[in-house]
């Protein structure tokens, strides 16, 4: 493991969750750890301490991308994975009754990603014990059987016997694809006795591998240069794993095309009973075709929908997923659980009510319901032992763990939590004002939080009538301005951010000394005790933190959130004089690269930095980020350019860059199609 020291409470924090895990009556351990402890530094020696598998799991992938990043770095000679949706965009498949539209699925698969997906389950599957998967809630999703999986995979030895036909059969069954041209990931090129194959990925990389035969017999086998065809060196064995996730055998295919033409036919007469023609023609139609795909290919597009069929499963069964790979003792490590959590639990809902849409109207079969996300019920059925991770765990959390928690207190900077100051709501923006231009007189940034949109922007508008640098975020404001918004407040373009909610976990903006929050009294979703708390830590990385609310009485919420935060700085305080400590300011992050993408930072001591929401990418493009490109260069340079850009930044896991250019390439090709119309 990489060679820092643990600091203030983190030895503790470590010792309790290291003697908790190895406690076989436990299974449900929480860390709680205030704003920039280095949570993630202290997970990362509990796992190196237990040294079992385990599975990380965050609410989105840009989270999952910067905590990969940092596990790699911790552990650089353990098989640390990432996995993730491969999803660059996606719209389900869904049909609206009250205005009779069917959405069609639409998807754009990321290479890279699928690449790494599938390097996840093979490395599970090789028995390794030191594997750290990182991984968005796409871990719950169904993802093929690891038994089936593990069948189709195999290994060729030099000197086997092996017959050359079968040897190409099992490669199509694997879902490789033969060619006469360039190579590509997962296809082969034959060439008398002599067979070129290029790894999906894995630890050939992106080199290929050529096998030669003698009379049956593996003669040679040698890594090669997928360009030149160059030796690079000899190999004594190969394994060739599915290019494919869900993969199953020929048997197991003609099983389920006789099962699902019995269902087709059960939900045709179902329909014709209750005089409903059109649906019955309609799943006639689909899944005849769909059928018809499957005996040719052995796949069809949708395939996921007859993944019941495929995997052999009961009607009603959950399907198998990621944590499937893992063995029965792995850990399971949920970060920003107060957010995780419900975003688990939430799943199955969501797919269940589309998918029973879909079903009821005739265009999918009711096994189609089994291909869905893990209730949060059987997510605890199957995970063995789960660490939360959270600076505001929430009752699930606290009641799994029967109240028994890791606190993490100290920070490495030895920064105090900033104190709350509760003030009457009257005069409340003239004190506002005030306190913001004291604030930016020091060279520091400001946050306001509103309940509402409306507030947000007129309390915006205000600040621009008495010269105060300012921009407002709310859910309204396109992604790419989102972003710019944030960066242009660590540039010191502005000094003042007014929002709604989305300034709160994930945003490391340690510029921020004063965070402002309106209407602090009114109890809900966005003033109870945790939120509060959690805006409150957006001042918490800087010396100077202070955190002021304004309220008209003071409700359960504040109490609670104010006896916290006394206890917490309390020990904090503590610690730091006894131990002699001032505290420090960690630095910005890196030169020249606008960024909040959490990079690898100067310092070494802040290691909990989080960049923002995965929601903050997930809209299109604003217009004027069209800007960019001038009308002198031809569409479709432009768009293959756009192309060339995403890729490059989603190779490199920067998903808010790639998410840029995705929407850049989108717009211009709307232009594109426009013009020849």
């Known amino acids: 493991m990489a060679t820092y020291e643990p600091q203030g409470d983190q030895p503790e924090a470590i010792a309790q969750l290291v003697e908790g895990l190895r406690d076989e009556s436990k299974q449900d351990h929480t860390l709680l750890g205030v704003t920039g402890s280095g949570k993630t530094f202290t997970i990362a020696n509990v796992i190196a301490q237990i040294n079992r598998p385990t599975l990380i799991i965050s609410h989105n992938k840009t989270l999952a991308a910067q905590l990969y990043g940092e596990f790699k770095n911790f552990f650089p000679e353990n098989a640390v994975e990432y996995f993730v949706s491969y999803y660059d965009y996606y719209q389900p498949e869904a049909y609206i009754a009250s205005t009779d539209t069917y959405i069609e699925k639409d998807l754009s698969i990321n290479e890279e990603i699928e690449k790494m997906r599938l390097k996840t389950v093979t490395t599970l599957l090789s028995g390794r ?19 089936s999986f593990h069948k189709m995979a195999f290994t060729i030895s030099r000197g086997d016997r092996y017959e050359r036909q079968l040897f190409l059969r099992r490669l199509v069954d694997a879902f ?22 290029m790894a999906a990925f894995g630890e050939y990389g992106n080199h290929c591998f050529r096998i030669e035969f003698f009379d049956k017999e593996v003669e040679a086998i040698y890594s090669i240069d997928p360009t030149t065809g160059q030796k690079l060196g000899e190999l004594d064995c190969v394994t060739i794993y599915p290019t494919n996730l869900f993969v199953t055998s020929q048997d197991r295919i003609k099983q389920a095309v006789t099962e699902i033409h019995i269902d087709m036919e059960k939900q045709i007469s179902y329909f014709d009973n209750l005089d409903r023609t059109v649906e019955a023609q309609r799943i006639k139609q689909r899944v005849e075709y769909d059928l018809e795909m499957i005996k040719e290919l052995g796949y069809c597009s949708g395939i996921e929908n007859y993944s019941r069929y495929l995997d052999g499963r009961a009607p009603g069964t959950r399907p198998f997923c990621l944590i499937d790979f893992f063995p029965k003792d792995a850990i399971t ?161 502005i000094d003042v951010i007014v929002g709604v909610n989305l300034l709160r976990e994930g945003i490391d903006l340690p510029e921020v000394s004063l965070v402002i929050i309106l209407d602090a009294d009114k109890e809900g979703f966005l003033r109870n005790e945790r939120s509060i708390t959690q805006i409150a830590g957006r001042a918490a990385r800087h010396t100077n933190g202070q955190v002021i609310l304004y309220a008209n009485s003071v409700n359960r919420s504040l109490i609670q959130s104010i006896n916290e935060s006394n206890r917490r700085r309390w020990k904090q305080i503590e610690y730091n004089f006894e131990n002699e400590y001032l505290p420090a300011m960690a630095r910005k992050s890196g030169s020249g690269q606008r960024e909040l993408l959490g990079s690898k930072k100067e310092t070494t001591v802040d290691l909990t930095a989080r960049p923002i929401h995965e929601e903050h990418y997930a809209t299109p493009m604003a217009a004027e980020a069209m800007s960019t490109y001038t009308a002198e260069r031809p569409l479709t340079e432009l768009i293959a350019e756009a192309k060339e850009e995403m890729e490059k930044a989603a190779k490199a896991l920067d998903f808010m860059a790639a998410a840029k250019h995705r929407d850049r390439m989108y717009e211009l090709q709307k232009q594109l199609d426009k013009g020849k119309k």
């Open 176 to 197: 490789y694809t033969r060619t006469e041209l360039e190579m590509h990931p997962a296809t082969f090129r034959v060439m008398g006795e002599t067979i070129d194959i």
């Open 333 to 493: 490590v949920i970060d920003e659980s107060h957010v995780t959590v419900p975003q688990i639990r939430g799943m199955f809902g969501g797919d269940r009510a589309r998918k029973e849409a879909l079903v009821e109207y005739g265009f999918r079969l009711p096994a189609a319901k089994d291909n869905r996300p893990l209730t949060l019920g059987e997510f605890e059925m199957i995970t063995n032992e789960r660490v939360y991770i959270s600076a505001t765990p929430a009752d699930y959390e606290l009641n799994k763990c029967e109240g028994i928690i890791a606190e993490q207190f100290i920070r490495p900077t030895h920064i105090v939590d900033p104190a709350l100051d509760i003030r009457d709501n009257e005069h409340q923006i003239d004190d506002l004002v005030e306190s913001v231009n004291a604030t930016i007189r020091r060279g520091e940034k400001v946050i306001i939080t509103t309940i509402t949109k409306r507030m947000a922007e007129e309390v915006s508008r205000y600040l621009d009538r008495l010269g105060i640098s300012n921009r407002y975020i709310h859910s309204d404001i396109d992604t790419i301005d989102r972003i710019r918004i944030l960066e242009d407040l660590r540039e010191d373009i």
């Open 129 to 147: 014990r030191d594997v750290i998967v990182v991984s968005s809630v796409s871990c719950i999703y169904g993802c093929g059987n690891p038994e």
